[in-house]
């Protein structure tokens, strides 16, 4: 395929000046300061309410509770303020026992603006609840604890640092006060208790801040041949690969099925309209990304840990993602990707290192990032070998005599494989990476998960993609 827009050379410091758009200055997300508030009101109720609608949030489920905003020793009450649950899967029964917030101020209220500035409504990502330790639930892989939103707000500033376009956020600590407590519950609801959260910025506010005049809505998105450059779009796959996040789709042509369908072009990216015209994604959303929650409980069901030395799932994890960009973009696309991220380098261990992180959240996010960096800093790491011949079969044996996983049709080209463990005249024996989840559903394909297996060798080679841009 042939995206629109493609860049030349001559084009790049130009471009990659205009990744950052204009950004007024918001006194708000630019602290860095953790924010403090109380938060009282009728949770139970509120959460009682969502319950009983699981399908999509009722704005009259919202209930009247007190904001305390302490700043400076300074407190500010804000009565009459409106809480109502948001997302989307977080709300599901096992997923978060607290869910995620949003708390709108009364534009009446002269004193919340003067703190406040122009956020008067609070989109909170909470701490979801109490689970020990990096336990994550079944269903959609959260972690549980207070530990998620210091890690998912450490994702936003890193992709930030590293001129990823995406929603800004601000740490806060808030204390949760019940006016309908139970006696039962734990913590005890009968008494305050403080916990770990953020603010994330509002997607209009982030639009204006991005110097955007619009969205492309879903409904209207068609696809990223379409609608976007290659190297913006190149830089929003990369950015979620460095922080093992699985949980976005952009449609990238017309017939593109990977992880999206017809009702979702576009999951957890934003696609803005600037004011030259030009439509740029904006990522956001990363609470069950690999860098907040420390693994992926799906992982045996799509990749072999085997493939890197080390068997580290985030390493993994990232080299499936960068990978799969060589089966969207052409090599000059990606080399001037990868040289974008590379000037960052440094601007992205400085946020790790600054970062309120708990210990494991740190190596965890470490290890994502050194794995992303390693993986791009060279051609003859990223250019690892790839099937680049169609048609071709997986072989149990040397002698091509048992087929393996035939059911899913032959290897897609593009899929990575290992440096060979063992060859013939004809053939050689890989550990396959699947990075177009040839083999994840319906069923998993155990013996590409597993270990190796017998390829052709003609019909694989580090020469992918072949030109400057991509034909497909």
Same mark, same amino acid.
């Given at each position: ?37 109380? @938060? ?27 904001? #305390?905003? #302490? ?351 063992? #060859? ?8 396959? @990476? ?39």
């Amino acid at each position: 395929m042939v995206f629109r827009g493609f860049i030349t050379v001559a084009l790049l410091t130009l471009l990659l000046g205009a990744t950052q758009l204009p950004d007024p200055d918001n006194a708000f997300f630019s602290s860095h300061e953790a924010l403090s508030l109380r @938060l009282e009101g009728p949770f139970n109720q509120l959460f009682a309410r969502v319950a009983q609608n699981q399908k999509k949030i009722d704005p009259s489920s919202a209930v009247t509770g007190k904001l #305390t905003i #302490t700043e400076r020793g300074h407190d500010t009450v804000i009565d009459g303020v409106q809480i109502a649950v948001r997302g989307h899967t977080n709300r599901r029964p096992g997923e978060c026992a607290f869910p995620k917030l949003k708390v709108t101020v009364p534009s009446s209220q002269t004193a919340a603006r003067a703190v406040l500035g122009d956020q008067m409504v609070l989109k909170i990502a909470t701490h979801c609840g109490e689970a020990p330790g990096e336990t994550i639930s079944r269903k959609y892989g959260r972690l549980q604890n207070e530990h998620s939103p210091l890690r998912e707000a450490f994702a936003y500033r890193l992709l930030e640092a590293v001129g990823v376009p995406t929603l800004r956020a601000r740490l806060a600590r808030i204390t949760y006060v019940y006016t309908d407590p139970k006696s039962t519950e734990m913590p005890d609801q009968r008494q305050p208790f403080v916990r770990n959260a953020f603010i994330i910025e509002d997607d209009d506010d982030a639009v204006a801040r991005l110097g955007g005049t619009r969205q492309i809505k879903e409904r209207s998105f068609t696809n990223a041949h379409d609608q976007f450059t290659a190297f913006d779009t190149a830089v929003a796959a990369l950015g979620q690969a460095m922080i093992g996040n699985f949980d976005w789709c952009l449609k990238m042509t017309r017939d593109d099925a990977y992880r999206c369908n017809a009702r979702h072009p576009l999951w957890n990216v934003l696609a803005v309209v600037g004011a030259d015209g030009r439509t740029r994604p904006v990522i956001y959303d990363f609470d069950v990304s690999g860098i907040v929650t420390g693994h992926h409980w799906w992982f045996k069901d799509v990749y072999n840990d085997a493939f890197v030395k080390s068997k580290s799932h985030p390493a993994v994890e990232v080299v499936g993602q960068v990978q799969r960009t060589r089966t969207l973009f052409g090599r000059q696309d990606l080399d001037d990707a990868r040289a974008h991220f590379m000037r960052k380098k440094s601007d992205a261990y400085h946020v790790l290192d600054s970062a309120k992180l708990d210990p494991t959240g740190r190596r965890v996010a470490r290890e994502y990032l050194d794995a992303f960096y390693n993986e791009i800093a060279s051609d003859d790491v990223f250019y690892r070998p790839a099937v680049v011949v169609g048609g071709l079969r997986l072989y149990a044996d040397a002698s091509q005599t048992n087929t393996v996983c035939s059911a899913m049709g032959p290897v897609s080209v593009g899929t990575v494989v290992s440096e060979p463990l063992d #060859t013939t005249d004809s053939m050689m024996r890989v550990i396959v @990476l699947d990075t177009v989840w040839q083999w994840a559903t319906p069923k998993p394909c155990a013996a590409i998960h597993d270990g190796p297996v017998w390829i052709r060798r003609a019909g694989v080679s580090r020469d992918y993609p072949t030109g400057s841009s991509l034909t497909r």
